[in-house]
């Protein structure tokens, strides 16, 4: 086959783009998101549609007209980045059209874990660890934001203040005591 026909790697085609690394959506499952985080990915992708892309495009244009584009490093770099953008802009368009928007705040004041919880819990040793659980593309473990498929979130849900649950864990099965729950106030 022609080498003009075939891709430069594999990674092209992966819709992932920066959100590569994220996990897949659970089959038949739905993509829960709060309403801030449906909102910052939106924006996201308004932004890279309507001013990133279109900067990118107008550079790889200009390096264009340049001459010889084998060589040419502007056009090289700007091609790439244009695919990495479209790349983002595919993920990110399909992760929000079947996101299903969860407001945490309806549940204010209940003490069982629902998405959008914030959850206080002890473990075995009685070491406290405080985790908010959240959508998949919007959790964020540097901010003890867990994704609502992980294995902490899924042991906790629909439990209680004061129960205590199991979880799953690769060094075996630990008990975990839910201290406090606590959700958004209603705007």
Same mark, same amino acid.
């Given at each position: 086959?022609?080498?003009?026909f075939t891709k430069?790697?594999?990674?092209?085609?992966?819709?992932?783009?920066?959100?590569a690394g994220?996990?897949?959506?659970?089959?038949g499952g739905?993509?829960?998101?709060?309403?801030?985080g449906?909102?910052r990915?939106?924006?996201?992708?308004? &932004?890279?549609?309507?001013n990133?892309?279109?900067?990118v495009v107008?550079?790889?244009?200009?390096a264009?007209?340049?001459? &010889?584009?084998?060589?040419?490093?502007?056009?090289?770099y700007?091609?790439?980045?244009?695919?990495?953008?479209?790349? $983002?802009i $595919?993920?990110?368009?399909? $992760?929000?059209? #079947?996101a299903? #928007?969860?407001d945490?705040?309806?549940?204010?004041? @209940?003490?069982?874990?629902?998405f959008?919880?914030t959850?206080?819990?002890?473990?075995?040793e009685?070491?406290?660890?405080?985790v908010?659980?959240?959508?998949?593309?919007?959790?964020?473990?540097?901010?003890?934001?867990v @994704?609502?498929? @992980?294995?902490?979130?899924?042991?906790?849900?629909?439990?209680?203040?004061?129960?205590?649950?199991?979880l799953?864990?690769?060094?075996?099965m630990?008990? *975990?005591e *839910?201290?406090?729950?606590?959700y958004?106030?209603?705007a």
């Open positions: 086959m022609s080498k003009a430069e790697s594999d990674s092209d085609d992966d819709d992932g783009g920066e959100g994220l996990p897949p959506l659970p089959a739905k993509n829960y998101m709060t309403p801030s449906y909102a990915l939106r924006a996201e992708l308004l &932004d890279l549609m309507d990133e892309r279109p900067k107008e550079a790889v244009h200009w264009a007209k340049n001459g &010889d584009r084998s060589e040419n490093g502007d056009y090289l700007g091609k790439k980045r244009l695919r990495e953008i479209d790349r $983002r $595919r993920f990110l368009t399909k $992760r929000l059209e #079947v299903e #928007v969860t945490p705040s309806v549940h204010h004041g @209940s003490d069982q874990v629902f959008g919880a959850v206080r819990y002890a473990d075995e009685g070491e406290e660890r405080e908010t659980i959240l959508g998949i593309d919007e959790a964020n473990s540097a901010q003890a934001q @994704s609502w498929i @992980s294995p902490i979130a899924r042991a906790l849900l629909k439990s209680r203040e004061g129960d205590v649950v199991k799953a864990t690769p060094g075996g630990h008990e *975990v *839910v201290l406090q729950v606590r958004p106030a209603p």
